[in-house]
Structure formats: structure tokens, C-alpha cells
């Protein structure tokens, strides 16, 4: 389910890791607002979107922040979640480049040796 693209690999569930990153990307004086959350789209079904695994208790889970500040272009966060762990990633494709600044800014703000 995690991306290949992942930047930081954290050891706790979506619930928790989300908060903790938005947290730490507004302390870094950045906006955040979250676009899409898998499981208020699927009205929490109980039924897991990922035939890779067949666990009985899906705990998976995918949100797809939006991050701004004054001077940059937004960039998009994406965490994907799964059996206890998130994955996190900025989308930075030819149809939506991120901009290196503000990449930079937010790597900054969520590395923590402590928290992965």
C-alpha cells in the first residue's frame, strides 16, 4: 500500500500520526488543510479498498493534505496508513511540481528522530 516515494516512515496509525503532522507543519508557520480522507469517503465501510491483504480489522487508511505558505505554491502531503504505520509523501509529478522551498520547509518540520 506505502508509496515508493516515501520520505518518512511513521510507527503509528493515521489517528495519531496526522494530528502530530499537522502539529508540526503549523508550528512551522505553514497552513494545512486536509482534501481527502479514505474512510470519510467510504462513509467508514467495513470493507478494506486493498485486496493486498486480508486482514479482518483493515486499519487502512489514506489522507491527502494540502500545504501552504505566504510565499509558496501549495504542495500536496499524502499519508497512507497500514497495520500501524503511515507513510508520507509530497506529490511532485510534471502535471504538479512541488515547490523545493516549501518541500524543504516541511521535511524539515516532521523530521524527528523521536517520532518515526
Do not use: K
Amino acid at each position: 500500500m506505502h508509496d515508493s516515494n516515501s520520505f518518512l516512515v511513521l510507527e503509528h496509525p493515521c489517528s495519531s500520526a496526522i494530528p502530530w503532522v499537522v502539529s508540526r507543519v503549523e508550528q512551522a508557520g505553514l497552513n494545512v488543510i486536509r482534501t481527502f480522507d479514505l474512510l470519510a469517503a467510504s462513509h467508514e465501510s467495513s470493507d478494506c479498498p486493498y485486496p493486498d491483504h486480508s486482514d479482518d480489522r483493515c486499519d487502512c487508511q489514506v489522507v491527502v493534505m494540502l500545504i501552504y505558505g505566504d510565499d509558496y505554491q501549495p504542495v500536496s502531503l499524502i499519508a497512507q496508513s497500514q497495520r500501524g504505520r503511515t507513510w508520507l509523501s509530497l506529490v511532485d509529478t510534471p502535471q504538479q511540481r512541488a515547490d523545493p522551498r516549501l518541500e524543504s520547509v516541511i521535511r524539515q518540520a516532521l523530521n524527528s528522530e523521536t517520532n518515526r
